[in-house]
């Protein structure tokens, strides 16, 4: 079984920065494409960013130009960086991760996701 944990999440304001971290352990899998994204209560989970472990990248419409990814492969560690912070930002963050190197359209495709992490945006 794979732990998945979102870690960075606070509160911050319009035009701040914040860096999340989603770290996966405890499998014997090599985990591959990782992704983030992004839900606010009574909506559906928006997709932010994703990279796989040949660092191939897959942005969201709105993480476009303002955030980046990154990860670890040797620490099984992801990160994204997002900078110029808007209200609209605001959402729990979670992290999804596979051993395929895919970025599935169904978000029920992937294996293991985290709790999440709440990103608070005041403007």
């Known amino acids: 079984q794979v732990q998945v944990v979102e870690s960075g999440g606070g509160l911050v304001q319009a035009g701040g920065s914040l860096r999340l971290t989603c770290a996966a352990s405890g499998s014997h899998w090599t985990i591959n494409a990782m992704e983030w994204y992004r839900q606010v209560q009574g909506k559906q989970r928006e997709l932010v960013a994703g990279?796989?472990?040949?660092?191939?990248?897959n942005y969201g419409n709105s993480a476009k130009g303002r955030f980046f990814i990154s990860r670890d492969n040797a620490k099984n560690t992801m990160y994204l960086q997002m900078n110029s912070l808007k209200p609209e930002d605001t959402a729990v963050y979670y992290c999804a991760a596979d051993p395929d190197p895919i970025f599935f359209e169904d978000i029920h495709e992937y294996d293991w996701w985290g709790q999440g992490t709440q990103v608070t945006v005041s403007s």
């Open positions: 990279i796989t472990r040949g660092e191939s990248v």
